[in-house]
């Protein structure tokens, strides 16, 4: 007689979180948090105590600790020694790296990110790109973080604010989005969620094409002027990339990108499919139909002086976007490292900063979310309390994250 296949249901494990601090309305509260082991989701604790008469199967005491949503890194380019860039000797190896990358992460407080690719020669977009699309529902919690689909910057920016990519492979795109075919690949993009590129030469054209494949078109690394990047938020440009780096600075008769979110409404008509688009905290913002773009800032310590921060949350805090655009370096002791597919570059770690060799030039960070929150890596964000700087960690998203 054959035996019984049936496997038990699981059981659903109740866990209460209790002193602690959430975060509600931008705001720290003290108060409990009973979360479903089943579904993963947040309970009503009131409700499971006296219409399902439960109790918590596990109770954890937290000290007075925040217990903050999971967050979300837009822009990082690789972590504990794997760039996202650098095809490995061994090609097969990526996958594994990228799951190490995945199980490592988790732990700094980052549950969903978009692995980022600097400019790079189009074979190796052509490469990596098949391996860092969206980690999909066929994962496990102990997976670690997930990837929510490729952020390509380059390698259509401007050579003049090129920051640290390397201007031998930055191309334009004359030919609109044909161009931008060619060198990722048409199945590729479907792996992207987010493209950064410079609103100039062929770009301006490409945009409305990008955007209705469900990418999020992100101004960066741009000589655009005011005109220039409004009539790229017009086109359906709803993001700009690490505001203020790499960008034509303010000026009082050019305000350049930045200018974008001094305007009360800007005309644009919603070519961005809803799943391509960020989601605000603000319900008047998502549902508007005249909007400003949102926008990443690194609040490091290192990219912006505090005050800058101040003016960009200031201007436009519903649409502010905290970002590493952390190196590969996140992880790993301070010394000496090569960069590049070359080698011959070289990295001095110090702390959170990155120098390039003999030289004071900055060439990035590594640096996680979680440390936003304290020393002088996150100032300049909100009222200048842990509420503003959670309330950036956890506000903004993409899609049905």
Request: proline letters at 6%; a negative charge; glycine letters at 12%.
């Amino acid at each position: 007689m054959p035996s019984s296949t049936n496997a038990r249901a699981p059981r659903d494990i109740i866990t209460r979180f209790t002193n602690c601090r959430l975060l509600r309305h931008n705001s720290l509260v003290r108060a409990d948090l009973w979360v479903s082991s089943l579904t993963g989701k947040i309970l009503d604790g009131q409700d499971v105590f006296y219409t399902e008469r439960r109790l918590p199967d596990v109770v954890v005491d937290l000290g007075d600790r925040i217990l903050s949503p999971g967050m979300i890194d837009v822009q990082l380019n690789g972590a504990f020694g794997i760039n996202f860039s650098d095809v490995p000797e061994e090609e097969g190896s990526f996958p594994k790296k990228l799951k190490e990358v995945n199980r490592q992460l988790i732990a700094t407080g980052v549950t969903s990110y978009l692995p980022t690719m600097t400019s790079q020669k189009s074979e190796v977009y052509h490469k990596l790109l098949p391996h860092l699309g969206p980690s999909g529902g066929a994962r496990e919690s102990t997976d670690g973080s997930e990837s929510l689909g490729a952020h390509i910057e380059g390698p259509f920016l401007s050579p003049t604010k090129n920051g640290i990519h390397n201007t031998e492979v930055l191309i334009s795109a004359p030919n609109g989005f044909s161009d931008l075919v060619a060198c990722y690949g048409s199945d590729n993009l479907n792996n992207a969620k987010m493209l950064t590129a410079a609103p100039e030469e062929g770009v301006q054209q490409a945009i409305p094409e990008i955007v209705s494949r469900g990418i999020v078109y992100s101004i960066g690394h741009s000589e655009a002027t005011y005109e220039q990047a409004s009539a790229a938020v017009a086109a359906g440009a709803t993001m700009i990339t690490h505001l203020f780096n790499a960008m034509r600075p303010l000026h009082h008769r050019d305000p350049g990108v930045f200018g974008v979110l001094g305007c009360t409404e800007v005309t644009a008509p919603r070519t961005t499919p809803p799943s391509s688009r960020p989601t605000s905290t603000s319900s008047a913002i998502s549902s508007s139909t005249h909007f400003r773009p949102f926008f990443g800032l690194i609040v490091d310590g290192l990219h912006l002086h505090p005050t800058t921060v101040k003016i960009a949350w200031s201007a436009h805090p519903d649409g502010c976007i905290l970002v590493t655009d952390a190196m590969h370096l996140v992880g790993l002791p301070d010394g000496m490292y090569t960069w590049g597919s070359s080698g011959r570059e070289r990295i001095v770690k110090t702390g959170p900063r990155l120098t390039l060799e003999g030289s004071e030039k900055l060439a990035g960070s590594a640096i996680s979310l979680v440390e936003y929150g304290y020393g002088d890596a996150g100032e300049g964000v909100g009222d200048g309390g842990g509420e503003g700087e959670l309330g950036g960690w956890g506000g903004c998203g993409f899609g049905s994250v």
